[in-house]
């Protein structure tokens, strides 16, 4: 009895040892320090951080390295396999629910987001990146590239960098892309600024926004950081996205031929560019060879060329190709018209200046309208039309607000011109 109660204390002291042990090792390994890092600013390379400093948070290593710098990424291969993975465009094609699976399945297109800001719109711009991931693309992963007049802040990039799922970049623009040409008369210029801010013309007397409409029509697309890009999707501060986007813009503008695409369309301020149609006419005389034979000219003139009707994409939102921008067609467009001066002697934007382009050198099949998109830019939304398509979507923008069949908008001149059937429910949306 004696021995028998010796042994089962012995047990109970070997299964106490056992479990002192087991909970030691098991407890320890919880306890194991985590080096807290924080993303550089550069986006290079992970620093860490003393625990002593203000805003310190132990976290997790930051896996992927995010290279910033001022050259040009290396040539994107693409990735995936299209036929396993076909485009599901309305919520009847069979691919439609696997798009929403995170990563996306698929191919990638060699594209990126881009971005014209300056440091003070960090906040703005963060808005927008946020409502872009969360809709698009944390599920793509697509790069985003960023261009300034001046150097990027360590803060500015901290920032957009801990928003972006892609690689982002940071660029300087060049000073030539941002300053008056040789050509341009300061006096004459100077005069125009001054009497557009007496006739209170928006921007009207901004040197700032000139350089920044030139350098959206004539130079953004041969950046150094855009070069080994063919696709991009121009995002501002400030800007909203109300609705999934299940598919790959980028897939559709790539397998539909599309170069240029646009969610809004309006008026353009008259006053803004009076010269800008005498310009384009010239450089048409000039190179016709550039005029493409199934052109959009009726969304831009009433009367078969003579005169513009002012009529323009919206640029703030643009996906487009880069290599069309970049080709001799363009390129002499844009020669062409920045010669004329009209960008520093009226108030040309690149709105316009993007649009004719695409109205005269285009097929009216290169030019697509997104009604998947739904998009604010303060003042106006674009809400898709059709509500199956905005449950589908998970859509929070309000219908009526959607701008496309009001009188102002140029769309449904868009939809007459190129022959498209208007998507069901628009009457209903008119003013
Ligand atoms: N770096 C830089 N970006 C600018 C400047 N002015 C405007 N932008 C950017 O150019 C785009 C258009 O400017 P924005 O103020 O939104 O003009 P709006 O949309 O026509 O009212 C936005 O992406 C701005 O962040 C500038 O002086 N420097
Ligand atoms: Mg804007």
Not at 288 to 300: T, V, Y
Not at 319 to 339: C, H, Q
Not at 382 to 403: K, M, Q, V
Request: glycine share 6%; aromatic share 14%.
């Amino acid at each position: 009895m004696v021995t028998g109660n010796a042994r089962y204390l012995r047990y109970i002291v070997i299964a106490f040892f056992t479990l002192a042990v087991l909970y030691f090792v098991s407890n320890s390994k919880y306890e194991a320090v985590t080096i807290p890092t924080r993303l550089d600013p550069t986006g290079t390379k992970n620093q860490p951080v003393k625990s002593e400093e203000p805003g310190y948070k132990p976290q997790q290593p930051i896996k992927k390295p995010k290279p910033s710098d001022e050259t040009a990424p290396a040539p994107k291969k693409p990735i995936g396999d299209n036929a396993q993975s076909p485009l599901a465009l309305t919520p009847e094609d069979p691919n439609w629910d696997a798009e929403l699976v995170s990563p996306a399945p698929g191919l990638r297109m060699n594209a990126t987001f881009v971005t014209l800001a300056r440091n003070s719109d960090v906040w703005d711009i963060a808005r927008s990146i946020r409502q872009v991931e969360d809709r698009f693309n944390r599920r793509y992963n697509y790069d985003w590239v960023f261009l300034n007049d001046k150097p990027f802040d360590d803060n500015f990039k901290k920032v957009t960098t801990s928003l972006v799922s892609g690689k982002t970049h940071y660029g300087e623009i060049a000073a030539e892309h941002w300053s008056f040409p040789p050509w341009i008369d300061q006096e004459k210029a100077k005069k125009v600024r001054e009497d557009m801010a007496e006739r209170k013309i928006i921007y009207g007397d901004s040197i700032s926004y000139r350089h920044m409409c030139r350098f959206e029509s004539g130079f953004f697309f041969r950046q150094p950081l855009m070069m080994n890009y063919d696709y991009y999707w121009r995002v501002e501060p400030s800007v909203e996205l109300h609705c999934d986007v299940h598919y790959d813009p980028f897939r559709v503008m790539h397998e539909g031929g599309k170069k240029y695409s646009f969610v809004l369309s309006l008026y353009e301020y008259a006053e803004t560019i009076t010269t800008l149609w005498d310009s384009t006419k010239k450089f048409m005389k000039n190179h016709p060879e550039h005029i493409a034979a199934d052109n959009a000219m009726g969304f831009l003139s009433d009367d078969d060329g003579q005169t513009y009707n002012n009529c323009h994409f919206w640029s703030n939102f643009e996906v487009g190709n880069l290599n069309w921008l970049r080709s001799k067609a363009y390129t002499d467009f844009f020669d062409s018209i920045d010669r004329d001066g009209g960008f520093f002697y009226e108030r040309w934007g690149d709105a316009p200046v993007h649009s004719i382009a695409a109205g005269i050198l285009l097929n009216k099949t290169e030019i697509h309208f997104f009604n998947d998109i739904a998009y604010w830019h303060v003042p106006f939304t674009h809400c898709p039309t059709g509500e199956r398509t905005r449950l589908a979507l998970r859509c929070h923008c309000n219908p009526s607000d959607n701008f496309d069949w009001k009188g102002y908008s140029c769309t449904s001149r868009f939809f007459d011109v190129t022959g498209k059937t208007k998507p069901q429910g628009w009457e209903s949306e008119k003013d």
